[in-house]
């Protein structure tokens, strides 16, 4: 048996790509994962984690002496191999640290540390990028789209939430859900027609009941949602923002007929829990290797405009001042793709 460490200390949607590999990994045996405080709750109840340890990279374990403790923690799990799904030195001097073999990408800055270095191909999806780290997994070229969805597992906690917040809203069983997640952690990811979509989606889809997924700070994109479908004549939309877990959240997807989303965590969620994805791409384009990876799946960006991509996240402001890219994608558009994906076929 294998013990091996999986090192993702980046964003949460990076984590929730990185599942796929886990998964790989825990066929040969048990995999110990180094988290972020943010993201280490989402791999709980996740049946191939044997354990993860959390590092506070930026709070309680900055500097050399938070380095050295967790690279104990690491040496304490028996783990001979580290899987560097993170790429910074930072990373690659814990594995170091804790007497670890390592394998990471080759333009990974920690490379010069790594063990063993293995090719970011930029023309994979990410979650092929990192199931390819596995040594064993030379099959990563026609690796199907079922092994690279990533793996959540709400536990019945986060499903009673669920309920609760549904009962709450006078939501019926059989009532069909339509998720919209209007937040990004940066400006320019955040489409800013989500008001008018709702506003589109009364007349498209009648009989569905919208709710919004979020942080507590996307509550005024929810409140301006929901001031949308009210003028409109429809149904009171569900306001999740700030209300449930990450895992939660994805019990909720789970229970949605499709989710509208920008390119940010809740993408990645809805791809664990195979949730329909309309997924919409500004500064980032999908061939980035972070699209959807439902079954139902499809993605809206303004593909004739040539300053597209111009970042690898997306900054806090467009660079070249007009924001084309999200402005100028219309909710008639998206509210078309939607009702394809999520209305009656
Ligand atoms: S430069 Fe182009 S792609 Fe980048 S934010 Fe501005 S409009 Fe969007």
């Known amino acids: 048996m294998t013990i091996s460490a999986v090192l993702q200390t980046s964003f949460l949607g990076d984590m929730i790509l990185t599942t796929p590999l886990i998964a790989r990994l825990a066929c040969d045996g048990e ?64 594995a170091r640290l804790a007497g670890m073999r390592s394998v990471g990408f080759d333009r990974s800055a920690g490379r010069w540390l790594y063990s063993r270095r293995v090719a970011y191909r930029k023309d994979w999806h990410h979650a092929q990028r990192l199931w390819a780290l596995a040594s064993h997994s030379r099959g990563a070229e026609s690796a199907m789209v079922e092994q690279l969805r990533p793996s959540l597992y709400p536990g019945a906690e986060d499903y009673a939430r669920t309920s609760a917040l549904l009962d709450e809203a006078g939501v019926d069983a059989g009532e069909p859900l339509l998720a919209l997640a209007p937040g990004s952690v940066w400006a320019t990811k955040r489409w800013p027609s989500y008001d008018a979509l709702a506003g589109e989606l009364v007349a498209r889809l009648p009989d569905f009941r919208i709710v919004v997924l979020g942080a507590a700070g996307d509550a005024p994109l929810a409140v301006a949602i929901s001031e949308a479908v009210r003028h409109r004549g429809g149904p009171p939309v569900i306001d999740a923002t700030g209300r449930l877990s990450l895992l939660g959240s994805a019990a909720l997807l789970s229970r949605c007929a499709a989710l509208v989303t920008n390119d940010s965590a809740p993408l990645h969620l809805a791809s664990a829990m195979n949730t329909p994805t309309l997924a919409l791409f500004g500064p980032t384009v999908p061939a980035m290797g972070f699209g959807p990876l439902a079954d139902r799946r499809a993605t809206l960006g303004m593909d004739a405009l040539t300053c597209r991509p111009c970042s690898a996240h997306g900054g806090q402001a467009c660079p070249l001042g007009h924001w084309r890219c999200m402005r100028e994608l219309s909710a008639r558009a998206v509210g078309a793709a939607v009702t394809r994906m999520a209305g009656p076929s």
């Open 31 to 94: 995999v110990h994962v180094v988290a972020t405080p943010a993201n280490a709750g989402v791999l709980a109840n996740h049946p191939a984690v044997s354990s993860v340890i959390v590092y506070d990279k930026r709070g309680a374990d900055a500097g050399v002496g938070g380095l050295r403790h967790v690279a104990a923690c690491l040496r304490a799990t028996g783990a001979t191999i580290a899987y560097m799904a993170q790429g910074s030195w930072r990373t690659a001097a814990l």
